[in-house]
C-alpha cells in the first residue's frame, strides 16, 4: 500500500492515474488493441511475405509488439501489486518475472535450446503462485479478475505447443497470454482505484498534465545518465559477444530488427520527439520556430521507425543501391538538417544544452558515414556495433540534451501543483 510518505512525482502520478482511471474504457481499449493485435498477427502469420507485418507476428522469437505488450502489462500489474498489495510481498515479483518471460520469450527459448518441455509447466507454476498470492488479499470484484486472469493463463498454457513452429496453435497460446495479462492488470487497476478513493474535485485532464510535468522538472539527470550509459556499454559488450560469434545472442544483434539494440535506440528516439514536442509547447516562441520544432520531433519519429524495421536498408537491399540505401534519406536527411538548425538556434540561452545537441549529431553523423562505409570498403564484424553504439550515444546525447532544456524552461514556468496533490495525506486513503 501507498504511504503519506510516498512523496516521489512518478508516485503520485501512478496513483492520480489510478484515481482518474475509467475502468470501461479501458477495457474497451484493451479489447481493441488485443483484437487488433489478433488480426494484424494473423496476416502476419499468412502473409510472411509482407515483412514489415512481423513486428506482429504471434510466434516471432524477437522482441515484437505482442511480446512487449503481454509484457508491459504484466509488468505494469507487478508495478501496482508493488504500492498497492504490500500484503502481497511475493506478487509484484513473480509478476516482473513473468514479464522478462513473456518479453524475452525465454519459454520458448529454452524449450528449443534443451529439448525439455518443463519450462512450460514452470511459467503455468508462476502464474498460478502470482494470481494465488493476489487472491489471497484481494477482495470484491477484482478478486474474481485474478481468477479468470488465472483461468485464461492456464489455458494458455494448455494451447500452445512445447515448442512453436508458426502454427496457428501457438500463436493462439500467445494471444491468450496477452488477454490473461491484460485480465490481471485490469484486477489491479480496480485494487489501486478502491485504495486511492474518491478522485479529488478539479480538472483531471489538466492535473495529470502538471503532473506529468513535476515528474519531468524533477528528473534526475545525472542518474538518468548513468543508467543510460550503462544500457549502451551493456548492449555494446553483449552486441559484441555475438557479433563476433563468441555467444549466440539473438536478442542483442546490432544487425537485426526487432531486437533489444533496435529498440533501445528507438525508445531515446521516441522520448526525444516528445521532448522536442514538450520544449515547443513550454514558453513564449514564435510560431515559426514552433513549426520547426514540431518539425524535429516528426523527424524524431520517423527515425524510431527507421531504426526499429531497418527500412531503407530493406528498400536499398532490393534496388541494389549503393550504401545500403542512404540515399534514400536524403530528402529526410535536408528537412531533418534545417529543423536541427532551427532547435539549435532556440538552444542558444542554454550552453550545456546546446552543447550536448551538437555532440549528439555529431555522434549521428560518423556513424552513417560508418554506415555507408563498411557496406562498400569493410567486412562485417565489429564496425556494426561501433555504427549502433555511435548511435546509441548520439540520441542519448539529444536527449539530455532536449530534457535539461525543457527542465529549465518548466524551472521558470509560474505554473504550480494544485495544493491537494502536493499533501502527504492526500496520496492515498485507506
Not at 269 to 287: D, I, K, S, W
Not at 302 to 315: F, P, R, Y
Request: charged share 15%; hydrophobic share 60%.
Amino acid at each position: 500500500m501507498i504511504t503519506g510518505s510516498s512523496q516521489s512525482p512518478g508516485v503520485r502520478l501512478v496513483h492520480r492515474l489510478a484515481q482518474a482511471s475509467d475502468l470501461r474504457r479501458l477495457s474497451l481499449l484493451a479489447a481493441a488493441c488485443i483484437c487488433a493485435i489478433a488480426v494484424l498477427g494473423l496476416a502476419a502469420l499468412e502473409v510472411p511475405s509482407v515483412e514489415f507485418l512481423e513486428v506482429f507476428d504471434l510466434n516471432d522469437l524477437r522482441l515484437t509488439l505482442p511480446a512487449l505488450l503481454c509484457g508491459g502489462l504484466l509488468l505494469g500489474a507487478a508495478v501496482l501489486s508493488r504500492l498497492y498489495l504490500a500484503a502481497a510481498a511475493a506478487a509484484p515479483w513473480l509478476l516482473a518475472l513473468l514479464a522478462l518471460n513473456e518479453t524475452g520469450r525465454l519459454q520458448e527459448r529454452l524449450t528449443m535450446a534443451t529439448d525439455w518441455s518443463g519450462w512450460g509447466f514452470l511459467t503455468l507454476l508462476l502464474g498460478l503462485l502470482a494470481c494465488g498470492a493476489m487472491v489471497a488479499h484481494v477482495r470484491g470484484p477484482e478478486r474474481r479478475y485474478v481468477v479468470v486472469g488465472a483461468s485464461v493463463w492456464i489455458v494458455a498454457q494448455l494451447v500452445a505447443p512445447a515448442t512453436p513452429e508458426g502454427t496457428l496453435r501457438s500463436g493462439a497460446g500467445e494471444l491468450l497470454d496477452i488477454v490473461a495479462a491484460a485480465v490481471i492488470f485490469l484486477a489491479l487497476v480496480i485494487v489501486a482505484r478502491r485504495a486511492a478513493g474518491p478522485a479529488p474535485k478539479g480538472e483531471p485532464a489538466a492535473e495529470l498534465r502538471l503532473l506529468g510535468l513535476e515528474v519531468i522538472r524533477h528528473a534526475d539527470t545525472r542518474r538518468l545518465a548513468i543508467a543510460a550509459g550503462v544500457g549502451i556499454g551493456l548492449l555494446a559488450v553483449m552486441g559484441s559477444l555475438d557479433t563476433l560469434a563468441v555467444v549466440d545472442l539473438v536478442l542483442f544483434d546490432v544487425k537485426a530488427e526487432l531486437s533489444f539494440p533496435a529498440w533501445f535506440d528507438a525508445t531515446l528516439l521516441l522520448v526525444a520527439a516528445g521532448l522536442v514536442l514538450l520544449f515547443a509547447q513550454a514558453g513564449e516562441r514564435p510560431r515559426g520556430s514552433r513549426r520547426w520544432l514540431i518539425v524535429m520531433s516528426v523527424v524524431f519519429a520517423l527515425m524510431a521507425a527507421d531504426e526499429l524495421l531497418a527500412v531503407h536498408e530493406k528498400i536499398g537491399y532490393r534496388a541494389g543501391l549503393t550504401g545500403g540505401g542512404q540515399i534514400l534519406l536524403a530528402p529526410l536527411l535536408l528537412v531533418a538538417f534545417l529543423a536541427w538548425l532551427a532547435t539549435l538556434k532556440q538552444l542558444s540561452p542554454l550552453p550545456v544544452a546546446r552543447l550536448l545537441f551538437l555532440g549528439g549529431a555529431g555522434a549521428w553523423v560518423f556513424s552513417q558515414i560508418v554506415d555507408m562505409l563498411y557496406f562498400v570498403d569493410f567486412e562485417p564484424g565489429g564496425v556494426f556495433v561501433l555504427e549502433d553504439t555511435l548511435e546509441a550515444i548520439g540520441t542519448a546525447l539529444f536527449v539530455f540534451a532536449l530534457l535539461g532544456a525543457v527542465q529549465k524552461t518548466l524551472g521558470a514556468s509560474p505554473a504550480r501543483t494544485p495544493a491537494h496533490l502536493e499533501t502527504p495525506a492526500a496520496v492515498v486513503r485507506r
